[in-house]
């Protein structure tokens, strides 16, 4: 991994062990930049604060060996990423505005991408992780994990139906609630369509009585026009002697026709004169019927009035025509039918909502009997690593219950409280020695003893659902003496089946590293490419010196640093 311009740490290289690595170095001389740093690499939220002083950009890059079939290279290569010779290259960059960016095999990747990753290559452990560890739901989703697919695959189901019930209930309730407001709403609904009914409406209806509510108004005037222009046309029956267009007309025809052999011009203006007397002839018969058909009844019209008024009440109240009006009537009849069918739909999802409850409780029971079988295994397991680790008397138990709830679900033939979990609330309690009353951890647990439950958790897990990578940031904080040997010898034990590294201020716990890095500043106060090294024999006894009496040369100290490391290789 390399680190540049995080925190102090102006530009430096670390190494890991495929075992175990300790990283030590003098308090503030930035250990704690190493597990910052893989945090970033891990999703972590990215802080401009962490960009070291006068720099544009923090940068954190590293190699993480994976197997190709691997859930993390595979969902990295569906990202678009590339493996380099097993190995998956990754990298985050800060800048010191705030803003992020990752890349994954060489391929730029939104920073969720990381986090994803980070679930299946490493377990990040510190101080604010045994604080979480301390919560309920930490400590339920811990057993949960440990359960395996007994709880995960009844778990999966009971999440399903869980989420069905919420959206049943959501749309139960608003339906139920509401129900006033709908029987309002379906009654306007009822008295607008049953307005339109009855005044059975047709498309255009408002258009065509309006054109002829015009003609009735001026029928007088209308057949009067008429019978001028018929008469112009035809002549007047009553005076023989008048002049009309069509006898003009067809004298003129004759004239023409007469000389039309000899010039065709005047043959061409003959006939356009002959389809003229045509034409007057059929508008003459026209304006005939026009007269004819021309109703002037004043009882049509009063009744072409009244229908019009009809309609005018309609278009008022449910559109701006009668074709607006009509639509609106479709549309009013789906919504009433569809209000109509909420007594039908209401009973249809309370027998859902029923069946959904019954079919909770059952996995609900199935989830406590998983967790409370695999409490029990889960419990002895941690209590087994305490002995290891300085804690023979300690027991550890989980407590699995659940709380009494009138509107709850059945569970154990009681009514009982739920949630997207199921019923059960899991604690992990603590008896430190014997008499003792069982606690639960939070209150229970001294600083040391927290720091070794959690290391024992974490190497149950180890057993039953390992990752490649464990990291743990001072968690033997509060341990000291023997207690702190016996955190080294286990995480020791740990690293044989992953790689586990460790900010430690333990010279105990760092003489059992396969690797010891250690951390120092230069004399302007930050971390150098040659600031973080490997220590190796003299080099590592100094610093163990160091950690014991605060001294390199203290003779005393030197001892006891190196029958540590011998302590340590025989252990291994």
Sequence with gaps: MRIRSLGVIDDAVVELSPGFTAVTGETGAGKTMVVTSLGLLLGGRADPALV???????????????????????RAREAGAELDD?????????SAEGRSRAHVGGRSVPVGLLAELADDLVAVHGQTDQQ????????????????????????TKYAAAYRRLRTVVAELDELTTRARERAQEADLLRFGLDEIAAVEPRADEDVELAAEAERLGHAEALASAAAVAHAALVGNPEDPESVDATTLVAGAHRALDAVRAHDPALAALAERIGEIGILLGDVAGELAGYADDLDADPLRLSAVEERRAALTQLTRKYGEDIRAVLAWAQDGSARLTELEGDDDRIGELTAERDALREELAGLAQALTDARTEAAKRFADAVTEE?????????????????AEDPEGI????????YGPSGADEVELLLAPHPGAQPRPIAKGASGGELSRVMLAVEVVFAGSDPVPTYLFDEVDAGVGGKAAVEVGRRLAKLAKS??????????QVAAFADRQLLVEKTSDGSVTRSGVTVLEGEDRVRELSRMLAGQEDSQTARAHAEELLAAARSDG
């Design 410 to 417: 059945e569970v154990g033939g009681r009514l009982v409280a």
């Design 498 to 507: 992953a790689q586990v590294v460790v900010v430690t201020h333990l010279p």
């Design 132 to 155: 979480g560890l301390m919560r309920p739901a930490r400590q339920r989703q811990a057993l949960d994990r440990y359960a395996g697919d007994a709880v995960a695959v009844p778990h």
């Design 52 to 74: 070291r002083i006068g720099a544009k950009a923090a940068v954190v890059e590293g190699r993480i060996t994976v197997p190709a079939d691997a859930p993390a290279a595979v």
């Design 86 to 94: 097993g190995a998956l290259l990754v990298s985050r960059t800060i």
């Design 386 to 402: 305490l002995a290891s680790l300085a804690m023979p008397h300690a027991r550890v138990t989980i407590d699995v219950r659940q």
